[in-house]
C-alpha cells in the first residue's frame, strides 16, 4: 500500500473517520491527566515557585507551532510537486491551529517572562522570531482568504510557506545561533545539567502528547470540512453551468 493511496479524497475520508475518534478521546485523556499531573500534583520549584507550571502548557504549544508550520512546509511541498489536493487542504487546515499555538505560546511565554526577567517582552532573537512566525501564519491565512480560485491560493500560499520555514528554523534554534538573550535553552535536554527534573518531566512529556493527538484530531476534522467545502461548491459550479 503506498502513502500516495490518501491524496485520494475519498480514502482519506474513510482513513481518517476512523482515527478521528481514538485521536480525540486519547487526546483528551493526555491533555486532562497531562494538566491536572503538572498544575495540581507536582511541588513548587525553587528560585521559581508555582510560576514553573507554566511550561505544561509553554512548552507543548511552543513545540507544536513551530512543527505544525513543518507540516505545513511538506505538505506544501507535496502539492508543489505532486498537485494531491488533500495536501494543499491539509495545509489550510493546519494554518488556524499553528496560530493559536503561536499565539498560546507568545502569551504564556509573557506570563513566564514578566516575573522571571520583569518584563513581559523582550526583543530575544528566539521571542522576536516566534512573533515574526505568527505574523506569518496571519498572512498565509490572509492570503487562503483573499483568493478565489483554490489552485492558485494553494500555489502562492505554498510559496509564503517556503519563506515562513525560515523563521520557523530560527524559532526553534534561535538560542543555539545567538548566546545572548533572556531566553534559556531547551527545557527537555540529553544534558542532563540543562534537563528538567523528572518530577515535571514525566508530566511534560504527557502534555506533549496530549498537545499532538489534539492537534492530529483537530487538524483531520478540519481537513474533512475543507474537502467537504470544496465538494460543495463543486457541485455549485455544476448547477450553475447546467
Sequence with gaps: MSIWEYANPVKFMQTSGRILPWASALAGLSLVGGLFWGFFLTPEAENFGSSVKVIYVHVPS????????VMMLVTSLIWLIRRHHVS??????????????????????????????????EWD??????LILFLFYLGYMALWSAIENADTAADLTSVLCLVGSVFALLSRY??????????????????????IADVYWFPLLL????????????????TRT???????KALEQRERMA
Design 62 to 69: 511552543a513545540m507544536m507551532a513551530i512543527n505544525i508550520w
Design 88 to 121: 494543499a487542504l491539509a495545509a489550510k487546515a493546519a494554518a488556524p491551529i499553528g496560530a493559536v499555538m503561536t499565539l498560546i505560546a507568545l502569551i504564556t511565554g509573557a506570563v513566564w517572562g514578566q516575573p522571571m526577567w520583569g518584563t513581559w517582552w
Design 125 to 130: 532573537p528566539r521571542l522576536t522570531s516566534f
Design 174 to 195: 534561535a538560542v543555539n545561533f545567538w548566546n545572548q538573550g533572556l531566553h534559556q535553552g531547551a527545557t527537555l535536554s540529553m544534558d542532563k545539567a540543562e534537563h
Design 207 to 222: 502534555c506533549m502528547a496530549g498537545f499532538i493527538l489534539f492537534f492530529i484530531a483537530l487538524v483531520l476534522l478540519r
Design 226 to 232: 475543507e474537502i467537504r467545502l470544496r465538494r460543495l
